[in-house]
């Protein structure tokens, strides 16, 4: 099982970059694919990117391609959003998410362990 918290959300001008940490307890974190989501008010929760298990894959949804980047360090059980090139309608409450499998399709049901949200606000 995997606890994922989140860390790093905040306020940003429009053009900037923030980078969103999560740590997740749990001894199996090298084994899992991770996944970070985001949701706003009235509209479902939606994969931004995720990584499988060692990293050799990853996903991210058109509208982030070549802005944000997803990595993970196994040995200190994170995984990191790097977002470059902020714009408003990023603005969103970010989740990261844990899978059960080493690699999956990033979509709310491949990830039953959720962290409790960060706030990201983009300013125009």
């Known amino acids: 099982q995997v606890q994922p918290v989140e860390s790093g959300g905040g306020l940003v001008q429009a053009g900037g970059s923030l980078r969103l940490s999560c740590t997740a307890s749990?001894?199996?974190?090298?084994?899992?694919?991770m996944g970070w989501f985001r949701q706003t008010p009235g509209k479902e929760r939606e994969c931004v990117a995720d990584?499988?298990?060692?990293?050799?894959?990853?996903y991210y949804v058109d509208s982030v391609k070549g802005r944000f980047t997803i990595s993970r360090d196994n040995a200190k059980n994170a995984v990191y959003l790097q977002m470059n090139s902020l714009k408003p309608e990023d603005t969103a409450v970010y989740y990261c998410?844990?899978?059960?499998?080493?690699?999956?399709?990033?979509?709310?049901?491949?990830?039953?362990?959720w962290g409790q949200g960060t706030q990201v606000t983009v300013s125009s």
């Open positions: 998410a844990g899978s059960f499998q080493a690699i999956v399709t990033c979509t709310p049901t491949q990830y039953p362990y």
């Open positions: 749990g001894r199996t974190f090298g084994s899992y694919a």
């Open positions: 990584i499988s298990w060692n990293g050799g894959s990853t």
